[in-house]
């Protein structure tokens, strides 16, 4: 069964506090995503990764970073948490493709980080 | 760029059907269909490419019209199982962005 897996369910953080999100993939996927999710306005993707140590900015990536060292594991990193980024962080992954190719998506449970 | 959704959100009866609609303002090389249930991660349903084919899996279908920039998901005959949000996922030049969702509730 094919799986994505990341590091936490739920997380609070304080503002200004660093924070790392991990996910990992045992599909063997060339590309990884990390997307966030809120209420009415869907899916926004932040970063997306097509090869190990390569990435791409995507629509929202202000305040964030990410890092990809293996193939199976890609993390986001919120430099310094605010209180606007609460929310629901997804992690996906899928085979290989530009962004305007891309197939089927498999998507992690999700963290729902939470900043105060 | 996003494409846009509609309904935002319905909720039907056991056996009803429904239509959920994806709009873009550019042209598209595919679209992508999700559910995503409560507390759950979307679940890919199916992708349809430029041709106009239409694609279905037992009693959710949809079609893609290029021309139009719209691709249209059908439920038929819903179960209680069908609730969910919906996203439509659009693929146009290099890039990829999902909808705001429709949310679909069927009651009994």
């Known amino acids: 069964d094919v799986k994505v897996t990341q590091s936490s369910r739920y997380l609070v953080k304080r503002t200004g506090e660093k924070v790392f999100l991990e996910c990992v993939q045992d599909?063997?996927?060339?590309?990884m995503f990390w997307y966030r999710q809120d209420p009415g306005l869907g899916l926004r993707l932040i970063y997306f990764?097509?090869?190990?140590?390569?990435?791409e900015k995507g629509d929202i990536p202000e305040g964030y970073s990410v890092s990809r060292e293996k193939k199976e594991r890609f993390s986001l990193i919120l430099e310094s948490a605010s209180t606007n980024q609460t929310s629901m962080y997804l992690c996906?992954?899928?085979?290989?493709?530009?962004?305007?190719?891309?197939?089927?998506?498999?998507f992690g449970p999700g963290t729902r980080l939470t900043v105060l | 760029q996003q494409p846009v959704q509609s309904p935002q959100a319905v909720i039907l009866r056991e056996g009803e059907d429904a239509v959920i609609n994806c709009s873009s303002s550019?042209?598209?090389?595919?679209v992508h269909w999700y559910r995503q249930k409560h507390g759950e991660a979307p679940v890919f349903l199916m992708i349809?490419?430029?041709?106009?084919e239409q694609k279905g899996h037992e009693k959710i279908s949809a079609s893609f019209n290029e021309k139009k920039q719209q691709s249209s998901l059908y439920l038929t005959a819903s179960q209680l199982s069908y609730s969910g949000t919906y996203f439509c996922?659009?693929?146009?030049?290099?890039?990829?962005?999902f909808g705001t969702g429709t949310s679909l509730t069927v009651i009994p």
């Open positions: 550019k042209a598209l090389y595919s």
């Open positions: 349809l490419l430029k041709g106009g």
């Open positions: 996906a992954s899928s085979l290989g493709g530009g962004r305007g190719t891309l197939g089927e998506q498999f």
């Open positions: 996922g659009t693929a146009t030049g290099n890039q990829f962005y």
């Open positions: 990764s097509y090869d190990v140590k390569m990435k």
């Open positions: 599909m063997d996927h060339e590309n």
